[in-house]
T-cell receptor
Framework: TQLLEQSPQFLSIQEGENLTVYCNSS?????LQWYRQEPGEGPVLLVT?????EVKKLKRLTFQFGDARKDSSLHITAAQPGDTGLYLC????????????FGQGTILTVHP | DAGVTQSPTHLIKTRGQHVTLRCSPI?????VSWYQQVLGQGPQFIFQ???????GRGNFPDRFSARQFPNYSSELNVNALLLGDSALYLC????????????FGPGTRLTVL
């Protein structure tokens, strides 16, 4: 069974601070995706990383895929209250076709 | 273009009842996946359908079933509801390729009393 361990589970910071969310597994994934989910809505895709060692930037968000394609991180620079939400990592490439394996999520709260 | 739509938005059932949840994919998408998201956890994969055929199944009991229609919309059925089935049920659509991005709908919030 493929598992993704996401940490921390909760993060409460002040506006302007930096933060990093980690996503780790003992399994190799063909790709890893990061989603953001608002209350009452479905997850919205932020980025997909495919190549080991790959780094992608999306404005103040930096995503990295581990060299062995087993782990990933999301770094937010100068967090803003609008970044508040649930962040989910999801790996693709399991034994069940088309299945995304999700981490348990990180609830981020950015205080003004 | 409309995104993935799901109905109903909210649903309250009692233990032992049956429920049907519906999903319409993005126009042009041929694949639909279903996920269960229990409060405080990440979504868990239930099924994926492509061209009306089941293409993947997660670790859920036989009380859970689904189907896909010729217009690519899909239904998720859950029989003999248990309290533990209370969750947000998410539908995602994609083009059908193995690495195609999955786009999620807003979900159906099911409460079992």
């Amino acid at each position: 069974t493929q598992l993704l361990e996401q940490s921390p589970q909760f993060l409460s910071i002040q506006e302007g601070e930096n933060l990093t969310v980690y996503c780790n597994s003992s399994s190799v994934f063909s790709s890893l995706q990061w989603y953001r989910q608002e209350p009452g809505e479905g997850p919205v895709l932020l980025v997909t990383v495919v190549t080991g060692g790959e780094v992608k930037k999306l404005k103040r968000l930096t995503f990295q895929f581990g060299d062995a394609r087993k782990d990933s991180s999301l770094h937010i620079t100068a967090a803003q209250p609008g970044d508040t939400g649930l962040y989910l990592c999801a790996g693709e490439g399991g034994t069940s076709y088309g299945k995304l394996t999700f981490g348990q999520g990180t609830i981020l709260t950015v205080h003004p | 273009d409309a995104g993935v739509t799901q109905s109903p938005t909210h649903l309250i059932k009692t233990r032992g009842q049956h429920v049907t949840l519906r999903c319409s994919p993005i126009s042009g998408h041929k694949s639909v996946s279903w996920y269960q998201q229990v409060l405080g956890q990440g979504p868990q994969f239930i099924f994926q359908y492509y061209e009306k055929e089941e293409r993947g199944r997660g670790n859920f009991p036989d009380r859970f079933s689904a189907r896909q229609f010729p217009n690519y919309s899909s239904e998720l059925n859950v029989n003999a509801l248990l309290l533990g089935d209370s969750a947000l049920y998410l539908c995602a659509s994609s083009g059908g390729g193995y690495t195609d991005t999955q786009y999620f709908g807003p979900g159906t919030r099911l409460t079992v009393l």
